[in-house]
């Protein structure tokens, strides 16, 4: 069994323990008034295994660089925020490093098979320097640090600069975190992999689980419209570029995760049902993307909505929905 089923199955024992096996059971217990304490036990239970993670890597004292990966709308952003708070209990203080600013120059990036700059390819960074100035950060040596400025496509240096203490651990997340060419030249005793993807175990009926794809999608949608401006039709437009990048930079490497981190939550489609609804409502009867909009309201029936005031502000679900206490806009 993968590591991936095997977090499947055992977030599908948890949900059976708790009385929540599938859509039916969910909304009976909505309708029942609890719905508060599955919200607290669900986040506890992500907490819990945050936890359980930073202290593993907290006892391995020759882990420097943490490599955070997950596919689109996974929740990576929270992911790591709440892991550097769970590793502060333990007495480390992370350092977020974010891997955009490794970009090529835009004139460098590669191209796809369609003759367009591909952004998701692993080789639109810059691979040498990031393998030199992470080498150096673990040999405790001041790096300067780039920035990536996105207007102009061009790295700059604007004197940056950073060196590790001992109790620092760099946090890199990224799609292509996992990937072995992405740290080729560091040791592998120096890093540990997390996978972060919300791995659905709730289910429809006896024999159809909710699709992971749809509830990133329906994440995505959400978030896109709140924090970007970007209407459903444009969302769904632009999704099967993603799955394609997705099947492509991200899945091949997910079994090499030391850890992998279940950020689905039970309840969370019940939470999200409101604003994706109204989004998917706005969608034109004659776009091309009706048919999946129509499709994912169907999808939605299924479900007995919630109202947002009980999700906690740190929840990983705020990064989609708002309000969350982390910058993760």
């Given amino acids: ?15 059976a323990r708790a009385g929540l096996k599938d859509v039916s059971d969910l909304n009976n217990a909505i309708r029942a008034g609890r719905i508060g304490d599955i919200i607290r036990t669900t986040e506890a239970l992500q907490e819990k295994h945050l936890a359980k993670i930073a202290e593993e890597i907290a006892a391995r004292e020759s882990v420097r660089v943490v490599l955070l990966a997950g596919p689109s709308s996974s929740g990576k952003t929270s992911t790591s925020k709440r892991l ?25 990036t590669p191209l796809d098979e369609n003759g367009e700059k591909d952004f998701e390819s692993i080789y639109s960074l810059d691979l040498a320097q990031f393998n030199r100035d992470l080498q150096d950060l673990i040999d405790g040596k001041e790096v300067k640090l780039p920035t990536y ?3 102009l496509g061009e790295r700059e240096y604007r004197g940056d600069t950073l060196r590790l203490e001992p109790d620092n651990i760099l946090i890199v997340e990224g799609i292509h975190a996992l990937n072995p060419v992405l740290t080729a030249d560091i040791a592998p005793e120096c890093k540990y992999l997390v996978y972060a993807s919300a791995l659905t175990a709730l289910r429809l009926d006896e ?18 419209y709140v924090t970007r401006g970007c209407s459903a039709e444009d969302t769904l437009s632009r999704w099967p570029s993603v799955r394609r990048g997705e099947e492509k930079w991200i899945f ?38 009706m048919p999946e909009a129509q499709r994912l309201l169907h999808f939605l029936t299924y479900f007995v909505p919630i109202p947002d005031k009980e999700i906690p502000m740190n929840s990983l679900l705020r990064e989609f929905i708002g309000g969350s206490v982390f910058d993760v806009g």
């Fill in 1 to 15: 069994m993968s590591k991936i089923e095997d977090t499947i199955r055992m977030r599908a024992e948890w949900n």
């Fill in 252 to 289: 091949p490497y997910q079994e090499n995760a030391d850890a992998i981190f279940n950020t689905a939550m039970v309840y969370e489609i019940t939470a999200l049902y409101p604003k994706a609804v109204k989004i998917l409502s706005e969608v034109p009867v004659d776009s091309p993307a």
């Fill in 84 to 108: 550097a708070v769970q590793l502060m209990t333990c007495l480390k203080r992370p350092v977020a490093l974010s891997m955009d600013n490794w970009f090529v120059n835009r004139e460098d």
């Fill in 149 to 151: 400025n996105f207007q």
């Fill in 207 to 224: 024999n159809t689980r909710i699709s992971t794809s749809d509830n990133r999608l329906l994440r995505r949608m959400c978030r896109d």
